[in-house]
Structure formats: structure tokens, C-alpha cells
């Protein structure tokens, strides 16, 4: 017995057990003994996030915010742009506050903070995860040197209605794709310890189901089934708890009739019981004031409804601070739920160092050397060239080559404050590089670019007006739409080949704004017409936050190269492709609709009872319609290169496995152009008898491999019993005994198939 215990004891003080444990104590020694000072105003002060705005340094002391802060009223505070003016309000909080506790800094540091990435739709377009984490890593770099220690990313909410304008700020509609971004998101900004110098918590949001809105219509209700919610729309948020992820935001959306914000069984049985998250939620911006709105009740109930749930610290709407107590006495809420969320958020504090050195995120040198760096430009221009995706190449006219005429046409041609596209909050926009800045300094000697604005955003100056907040405006040409044109005619008349820069501005995706015509403004439209009737050969470059309809465009136009928004350096990163320095890698991350009609439309749908066969057009008393197709424009996975690849069929290791065990399953893939080119090989399975109807194939796993000329690559992928689970109609997650479809591919449409049968 004695032996044994002085094992235990040896092992406790050698193995990883110890220091975590011992560290773990310390923290809830202090946390202990903070809160038996705290006073439950001081407690529901910590629960408080409110607005801020960017607030002046010399007049912190003296606004409202400062006094609350003084107060002990303010757990923290978000969207402040400098560190002069964090630094001055945390000043506050550990020099003039009763108990000195600091304050959480946050911010929607969504693609960037001053180098700005590709939206996060673009980020995901690259397939390539080791990108994707870096984005991140640089943006907690940049921002924690600027007093930031608490980032509002990633949003892992999967859509599948581009009408939603949030769509370009998420990971397109795939659970396993998304929970990929996912996880390298929380990993770039949180590194592997929160306490590293650089690193920041990041916050999973918008939990849960945001992205289905009905009808795309942002904040609107959402309604779905069980299995459905656990197969399709959350594992992206489970994969960033996995991933350790520091806090968790609820959405503005309601689930099953209870606004997520004060919906227990979303808050606490799966997030805490079922799915063991250890950090703090925040509500959305007013999410507790809105489910009034809801009809859930006044300020009181729906404050006391939002903390009985589970939710710790109230964004903006304040009824937390000024209804709790009130709850308190009432017995509605108790005591130990108001204890639990202030530790909850006092822990993380101590997660980030808070407590040790308040000031340790506002870093004047690094503030000062380490944002917007020529390196970090560097590894935004390289990642906002793998992001973007050739949709079409006709007659290879792209790359373009580096002589002769180009004019460059369009409103966002020479436009900077657009290319970083939704939530920039950090950037300067002057310092984009436009595409005609980009262009310029790549062409080369033997390259005459002319250019011209062409037309306007669109013809409705009040639409233009709704799509051009924040400063991002493509500010309004007053000449009428014919005389820009034919000025956009001359220029292409003496040109080679015309470029048009056309499509969304920045504020026509992101929030609250949704659109129900997902097309090219009509007055953009009318300018790629006229410049196609030249007979020239026309260049789309698309700017694009969301998938959008391009069935007329993708008939008439040769070649189209979608961008997203590119971020910071996105005129280089384009100029880059256009020109063939880089061969274009980009997959789509959603599937692209011939029409509007067809939404909600995405790949991995279940087939119905009367399924059109595959590649057919209309029949009647088949699941169709009259008047498109039922295929996309453009499939999940798309994206072409200026090289071509052949795919071998997949070859099993073995098709009749027994149990639990693995299975390798490989495809020869060869380039077989005349340049170096960058696949994405994605594998997909389709379970095809289940206990529940399954899809029709779901992406399983992808590698993005570089090939030379000629050069043939093995790609191997090992399949375990782990990918042919899912929930079933108990919420019970397992795989059962059966045939299964495994297709590999360049996307999601073009698949060679190989057929197994797994049994248990
Ligand atoms: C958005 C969140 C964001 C928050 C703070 C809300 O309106 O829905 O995504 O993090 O504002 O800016």
C-alpha cells in the first residue's frame, strides 16, 4: 500500500498531472479569495460588458465608461482602436477601482486586425489549414500588441443560403470543412497556451444555428430538427470547444422557440454538460434586451432568463447589471448561478495574465514594430492569391501576358477602402492596394494599362448608400451611366484585352446585410454587356461576399476569377494570378446557384423518394422544377487552375473491413499541363442504408498537394470507423454496418467512386 502510494505521489510530481494541477489550484485560490471581497455589485459588474465605441484617451477619465469602470461596474470593454486608449481605461480599473480587477479587452478581429486576410469565406477557399492558422496568428500578434486580448472569432455558423450577408464573415456550408477553419482559427489566435506573449481567447460564435435564417433575412428565426442540428450545423462550434476555445457568444436567433440567449438546453445541457466547455459565454450586441422583442418578457425576465440558462456576461444591454439584484431578492435567479458566471470570467482573466500584469497586451515597441510589417503584408498577399478561385478560363485567356494594352474597368478598379471587404475595424483603408495599384506595379515595362470607372455601384444612390457604410463607399460618379460607359468603351477600344473589376462593394455582405437578388448590380451589368459587345476578349474579376447567381456571366463572359475580398493586399495578390506569377488554388467553400430560386441549395443534400436521375433535366412527378435545373452553377469544391489534373480511380485497401478498424483509400493524381499547380483532393462518402436517410456524399477528408509539370503524386487517406459515424434519431453518435460510396475528386461533382462494405 505504502509502495504504492509513493508511486502515485512520484508520478504526481514527475508526470503532466502536477504542474497542471498545482497551477489549477493556485488559480482557484486566488479566485477565491477575490471573490469573497467582491460585493454583489461588484460581481454583477464583472458580468457587464458594455458599449464603448473608441473611446478619446483624454476623456476616459471623465465619461460615463470611466466611472463605471471606477466603479467596478465593467467587466470589459470592446471595439476600442489604440493602445494609448486601452492602456488609459485599464488604468482605471487596477489604479482607481475598489478591488483592481482588470479589464478584458475585445474586439471582432475577424480577418486581420491591420493586415487584413481574405474574409473568412475567402480564408476558406484556400483549403489550406496551415494558412489559415497563420492569418490568425498574425492577427493576434498585431492585435494583442494593440491592447487586445479577447477576439470575437471565429464565427463558425454554416450557411447555406447566400442570401444571408453573413455569409462571407463564416466557413461556407460543410460541418467537416468548417470545423477545420474552425480549429485553426482558435489555434492561430489562442496558440497552445493563452499565457503566451501574442496570443489572444478567442470567442466561437454565433452559438448555435445563426446561419439559417429563414429566407437569408439576417436575425430571423431559425427552425430545424435535432438530427439535423447535430449532424450539419454543430460540429463547427463542438470543434472549437475541442480545440480549447476560450469563451462562446450566443446567437441573436431562437432555437426550438427559445432565443439561444436564454435557452438552457443550448447553453448548459449541450454546451457544459454534453460537450464539456470550461470557459465563459458572452450574449450577442443587446441579445438579452432582444428576446422582449421575442416576446420572452420584460428587462427583468429575459435577464434573469438569460443567466438561469447558462449565459455568464451580458454584451451592451446592461439588465444583468441593473436587474439581477432585484432578481436576486425575488428568488429568481441565485446566488451561486451570479457566483458561477463572475468566476467564469475572472478565470479567464487569469488565463490571460490579467492578474499578473494588466498592461501586458498594450506594448508600445510592439505596437509600434509589429503591425502591418512588410512580412505580414507579404503573407496576406500570398494567402489572398490561394483564396481566390477561377470559376472559368475559356481558350486559357487567362494568365494575362505581359505586353500590350489592358484596360482596367470598373468601380472597383481603383477603389482601396473596399478591398478588405466586411469588419475591417482596425484597418486603414488608404493603405489597401487597389487592383489598379497592383496591376501597375506587376505588368512590367511592356504592359500600358488604361482605365476607367465605367459605371456606378448601381443605378438606386439610396442602395449605394446602404452598401457603402463605414467609410468603404465607391463613392458616387454623378455623370450620367451612358457617358461612363462610352468614356469605359474608349478605353477599351484600344486595348487587348478589357479587365472588369465588378460586383459586390464590402458592405453588401456582412451584417445585416442581406440581399434577396444575390447578382451583379444591374448598372455593372449593363457595363460588362457593352464591353462584351466590343468583341474583345473581357476578364471578370468578380468581388464577391457571398456565392452569388452568375448563370448570365458564366454564358457571355470568357473568363471569370472570383476574388471574395482579398484583404489588405488584395491588388497585388490579384495582379499575381492575372499575370500567372501564381497559378490560382481556390476551391469553393459553398455551392454557387444558377438562381435564386434554387436556395436553399448546397452538395451534401439527402436525395427524396423520387430523385431526378443524375444529370437529367425534367420529369414530371420527380423532385425538380419546371424552369432550371436542379445542379448548381458552380458545385461545392470548384475552382479551376491554369493547369489541368487527372485523377486515378480510388483504390481500396480493403473492400469488406470488419469492426473497428482503418482502411486506406489512394488516387493517382497528375498534372497534366505545362505549369506547377496546387489540388485540392477531396474524398467523400456516402453511407447509403441508414437508420436515418443520409446525404447524398459528405466531404470526409482533403489535402492540397503542389505538382509539377507531368509530375504524378500517391495521395492516401486512412478512413476509420470515426468517419462513418452520426447522429441518428436517439442523438445516439455511431456508424452502422453497411455499403458505402467513397469518391475522390476536385470537387464535389467530379468524383471516382469506389464501393465498400463495412460491417460491425
Ligand atoms: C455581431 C457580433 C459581434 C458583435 C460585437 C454583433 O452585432 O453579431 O458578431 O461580435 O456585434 O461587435
Redesign the pocket.
Known amino acids: 500500500m505504502l509502495k504504492k502510494i509513493s508511486v502515485l505521489f512520484a508520478l504526481m510530481l514527475t508526470g503532466p498531472l502536477m504542474p497542471n494541477t498545482m497551477a489549477q489550484t493556485r488559480m482557484d485560490r486566488f479566485i477565491d479569495s477575490l471573490m469573497v471581497r467582491m460585493t454583489l455589485e461588484e460581481k454583477l459588474g464583472q458580468l457587464n460588458l458594455p458599449v464603448s465605441g473608441d473611446i478619446v484617451t483624454g476623456q476616459a477619465g471623465s465619461s460615463d465608461i470611466g466611472k463605471k469602470v471606477r466603479e467596478g461596474q465593467v467587466g470589459g470593454l470592446?471595439?476600442i482602436k489604440g493602445v494609448d486608449k486601452i492602456r488609459a481605461i485599464q488604468e482605471i480599473a487596477v489604479r482607481q477601482s475598489r478591488l483592481r480587477i482588470p479589464l478584458l479587452f475585445g474586439m471582432?478581429v475577424i480577418h486581420g486586425y491591420q493586415t487584413v486576410f481574405p474574409i473568412p469565406l475567402g480564408l476558406t477557399a484556400t483549403w489550406d489549414m496551415e494558412l489559415v492558422e497563420r492569418s490568425a496568428r498574425i492577427a493576434a500578434t498585431e492585435a494583442t500588441a494593440q491592447g487586445i486580448n479577447w477576439n470575437?472569432s471565429p464565427?463558425a455558423d454554416i450557411a447555406r443560403d447566400p442570401r444571408w450577408g453573413r455569409a462571407s464573415e463564416g466557413c461556407g456550408e460543410d460541418p467537416y470543412l468548417g470545423s477545420a477553419v474552425t480549429r485553426a482559427l482558435v489555434r492561430g489566435y489562442q496558440g497552445k497556451d493563452l499565457s503566451l506573449p501574442g496570443t489572444m481567447m478567442a470567442t466561437v460564435?454565433?452559438f448555435a444555428l445563426y446561419g439559417a435564417a429563414e429566407a437569408g433575412r439576417d436575425y430571423n428565426t431559425t427552425d430545424m430538427s435535432r438530427v439535423r442540428m447535430y449532424n450539419e450545423y454543430f460540429p463547427p462550434y463542438k470543434a472549437a470547444v475541442d480545440e480549447g476555445v476560450g469563451c462562446v457568444?450566443s446567437s441573436?436567433n431562437e432555437i426550438d422557440g427559445i432565443p439561444a440567449t436564454g435557452n438552457r438546453w443550448l447553453l448548459t445541457d449541450v454546451l457544459r454538460r454534453q460537450w464539456k466547455f470550461k470557459g465563459f459565454v458572452v450574449s450577442?450586441?443587446t441579445s438579452i434586451n432582444e428576446m422582449t422583442d421575442h416576446g420572452m418578457g420584460d428587462l427583468q425576465q429575459v435577464s434573469a432568463l438569460a443567466l438561469n440558462a447558462g449565459l455568464d456576461m451580458d454584451?451592451v444591454g446592461e439588465g444583468f447589471l441593473t436587474t439581477l439584484k432585484k432578481s436576486l431578492k425575488e428568488k429568481k435567479v441565485t446566488e451561486a448561478r451570479i457566483n458561477e458566471a463572475c468566476r467564469n470570467i475572472l478565470v479567464a482573466k487569469y488565463k490571460l495574465g490579467l492578474f499578473d500584469d494588466p498592461f501586458r497586451y498594450c506594448n508600445a515597441e510592439r505596437a509600434a514594430t509589429e503591425v502591418f510589417t512588410p512580412a505580414h503584408r507579404k503573407e496576406a498577399r500570398d494567402i489572398a492569391a490561394q483564396s481566390f478561385v477561377l470559376l472559368k478560363n475559356q481558350g486559357n485567356l487567362l494568365p494575362l501576358k505581359r505586353k500590350g494594352t489592358i484596360a482596367l474597368v470598373g468601380p472597383l478598379a481603383d477603389n482601396r477602402e473596399n478591398m478588405t471587404g466586411t469588419w475591417s475595424v482596425a484597418a486603414d483603408h488608404a493603405k489597401s492596394v487597389s487592383i489598379l495599384d497592383g496591376m501597375i506595379s506587376l505588368a512590367g515595362p511592356d504592359v500600358r494599362i488604361l482605365t476607367a470607372r465605367g459605371s456606378n455601384l448601381d443605378y438606386d444612390s439610396l442602395f449605394e448608400e446602404r452598401a457603402g457604410m463605414f467609410g468603404k463607399s465607391l463613392r458616387h460618379d454623378t455623370r450620367p451611366a451612358d457617358v461612363m460607359i462610352r468614356e469605359a468603351l474608349n478605353v477599351a477600344s484600344q486595348a487587348d484585352v478589357i479587365v472588369a473589376a465588378l460586383g459586390e462593394s464590402a458592405e453588401m455582405s456582412g451584417?445585416a446585410s442581406s440581399r434577396a437578388d444575390i447578382g451583379i448590380p444591374q448598372a455593372q451589368r449593363d457595363l460588362l454587356n457593352a464591353l462584351l459587345k466590343t468583341g474583345k476578349p473581357v476578364v471578370l474579376l468578380l468581388f464577391a461576399g457571398r456565392p452569388m447567381t452568375l448563370s448570365w456571366e458564366q454564358e457571355h463572359v470568357p473568363a471569370i476569377l472570383n476574388l471574395w475580398f482579398g484583404g489588405s493586399e488584395t491588388g497585388l495578390a490579384a495582379a499575381d494570378v492575372l499575370f500567372g506569377d501564381v497559378n490560382p488554388s481556390g476551391k469553393l467553400p459553398s455551392t454557387f446557384p444558377r438562381h435564386v430560386g434554387q436556395i436553399p441549395i448546397y452538395y451534401n443534400h439527402k436525395n427524396t423518394g423520387r430523385p431526378l436521375p443524375e444529370g437529367g433535366w425534367f420529369q414530371k412527378f420527380r423532385s425538380n422544377y419546371l424552369d432550371v435545373p436542379n445542379d448548381p452553377l458552380y458545385p461545392f469544391g470548384f475552382g479551376l487552375s491554369y493547369t489541368n489534373f487527372n485523377y486515378t480511380s480510388p483504390l481500396v485497401s480493403n473492400p469488406t473491413p470488419r469492426g473497428e478498424t482503418s482502411i486506406t483509400v489512394s488516387t493517382k493524381v497528375t498534372n497534366t499541363g505545362a505549369v506547377a499547380g496546387k489540388e485540392v483532393v477531396q474524398l467523400y462518402i456516402r453511407d447509403k442504408v441508414g437508420s436515418v436517410t443520409r446525404p447524398l456524399k459528405e466531404l470526409k477528408a482533403f489535402r492540397k498537394i503542389s505538382l509539377a509539370p507531368g509530375e504524378t503524386k500517391t495521395v492516401s487517406f486512412e478512413i476509420t470507423t470515426r468517419d462513418l459515424k452520426f447522429y441518428d434519431n436517439n442523438l445516439r453518435f455511431d456508424w452502422e454496418s453497411g455499403a458505402f460510396d467513397i469518391m475522390i475528386g476536385g470537387n464535389s461533382r467530379d468524383v471516382k467512386t469506389a464501393s465498400i462494405e463495412w460491417t460491425k
Open positions: 470592446f471595439n471582432d470575437f464565427m460564435k454565433h457568444m441573436f450577442d450586441y454584451m451584417e
